[in-house]
């Protein structure tokens, strides 16, 4: 059979990106091999969010691109999947008529039997049907042998929560969790294959667990996978601040793996925004977490995610938040402005923001946060961090690039070294977005990825 090349966008979260991955699995036992041309492609596919109306409007932006595409190359296969698919379905192919499959969400599975009906009936096909019974939540078998020595590898899948501006639990479905020893199996097949840090993904991972009977919560998942040999580092994301309770908080300092970063997304400063929000705890709840935090494991790095302009947000609400984001200190921010999304209830709320309320509040906050990251990551200047080094810099090629125990990214220039190591470098200057070091000494335990791109391990 000849080789043929698929080539995947990927847009979104990192949800998205293990995604991407799977379907490369999936792909792959149909001769279909990765390739980062676009126009070498035999078969393209966008992974799509709908997060945000802005997300969307990409989606078709870059669809309007393929059109000509199209028209040259018939045979050429094009495919949607993810969120956007999920959420538009049939109206998907009405308003773009050149794709030939649209797969949601729950159809991931069965991209494979869609891209081969394509090619027998010549026939756009939809999928937007849900998960069948016996489909497993992700692909099983062997993993793709990867360059990279970071791996996404997801737990759990959906979302119970429903707050109030979240589209997730309707294009991902309820809360389902993976098997333990599924997801252990995975990491030590990405650990065989040179992975070193592996980041535990869902959209409520401190909820893994809660609805089945696997036996095993999230902390009690933590401290298997902690046990993998081999596996250097450990991160996950996201956490709800109402559920992480004082057992996974004491985890930071039980296990010597878990890296000293979490990702807690606030969305507000202001208590009665929360509760229009329906997050679930209040402003005085996140705080006291976030105090424990920092008392378990001092130094913890804390990042989070806020919506600006939520319906309804008066000044005295935003004020709120400025306030909370000084008082805790965030590393960093995903700042949003917030965006009406199909069926959710904050879309029929009332007293919506003007767009240039939102800019201004966007703007304010984006300031703030510049100021106190900068500050944090001056404030390593002279330490020495341990990194773990991923590859060569995307900005400088004569550079390497890793990321410190708190997520801090940082280059610097060292010959020998190679990704997977993990290096004492010492912080020698601070940006708002990165750092700069040089190495201390010589690395120790290498595992190192020697092939290029993406190749499949059996
Ligand atoms: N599950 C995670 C949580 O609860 O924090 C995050 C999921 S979502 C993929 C990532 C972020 O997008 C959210 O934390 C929120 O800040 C933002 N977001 C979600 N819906 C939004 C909306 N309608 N408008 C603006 N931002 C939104
Ligand atoms: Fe969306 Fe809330 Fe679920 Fe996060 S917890 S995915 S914001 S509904």
């Known amino acids: 059979m000849k080789q043929k090349r698929v080539h995947i966008v990927t847009m979104g979260c990192q949800m998205n990106v293990y995604d991407s991955e799977q379907m490369l699995r999936l792909l792959a036992p149909l001769d279909y091999r990765p390739t980062s041309q676009l126009d070498k492609a035999d078969l393209i596919l966008l992974n799509t969010c709908s997060i945000r109306a802005k997300a969307e409007h990409k989606v078709y932006s870059f669809l309007g691109r393929l059109v000509r595409m199209k028209r040259l190359r018939p045979d050429i296969i094009i495919g949607v999947g993810g969120c956007v698919a999920q959420q538009e379905g049939y109206r998907l192919v009405e308003r773009a008529p050149h794709i030939d499959i649209a797969f949601g969400t729950f159809a991931l599975g069965r991209l494979p039997s869609l891209v ?57 479905g309820r809360e389902v969790s993976r098997k333990p020893e599924e997801i252990l199996e995975e990491i030590r097949l990405l650990v065989e294959n040179g992975v070193c840090e592996i980041t535990l993904i869902g959209q409520n991972v401190n909820a893994y667990g809660q609805k089945n009977s696997h036996g095993c919560d999230f902390p009690a998942l933590l401290e298997r996978v902690h046990d993998i040999e081999g596996l250097r580092r450990i991160r996950f994301t996201t956490s709800h601040p109402k559920d992480l309770s004082d057992r996974l908080i004491d985890a930071f300092c039980r296990l010597d793996k878990l890296a000293p970063h979490i990702h807690l997304p606030v969305q507000s400063g202001s208590s009665r925004v929360l509760r229009r929000m329906n997050r679930g705890y209040t402003r005085d709840l996140y ?79 984006l300031e703030v946060q510049r100021e106190l990251t900068l500050q944090k990551n001056k404030a390593l200047v002279g330490t020495t961090q341990e990194v773990l080094v991923e590859g060569p810099s995307k900005k400088s ?25 993990i290096l004492p470098v010492r912080i020698v200057e601070a940006f708002s977005h990165s750092l700069l070091g040089q190495p201390v000494g010589k690395g120790h335990g290498a595992h190192s990825g020697e092939n290029g791109g993406m190749s499949y391990a059996a």
Do not use: W
């Not at 394509?118 to 019974?133: A, C, F, I, L």
């Not at 016996?134 to 979302?159: N, W, Y």
């Open 397 to 421: 090629p004569n550079q390497l690039t890793g990321r410190t125990l708190c997520n801090k990214i940082i280059n610097f220039e060292d010959s020998m070294a190679r990704a997977g190591q």
């Open 287 to 365: 705080l006291k977490k976030v105090a424990r935090l920092h008392e378990i494991r001092p130094g913890i790095a804390i990042t989070s995610d806020i919506i600006v302009g939520f319906p309804g947000e008066e000044r005295g609400d935003f004020e709120a938040t400025l306030d909370l984001v000084r008082q805790v200190g965030f590393d960093s921010l995903f700042l949003f402005k917030y965006s009406d999304r199909p069926n959710v209830p904050a879309a029929k709320f009332s007293n919506k923001i003007p767009e240039t309320i939102k800019a201004e509040r966007f703007s304010t906050l």
């Open 116 to 172: 081969e009906q394509v090619k027998d009936q010549k026939q756009q096909v939809v999928d937007v049907n849900p998960r069948g019974s016996s489909e497993p939540l992700c692909v099983k078998g062997p993993v793709l042998k990867v360059e990279r020595v970071t791996a996404f590898v997801t737990i759990m899948q959906g979302c119970d929560n429903f707050c109030t501006y979240c589209v997730v639990p309707y294009v991902r």
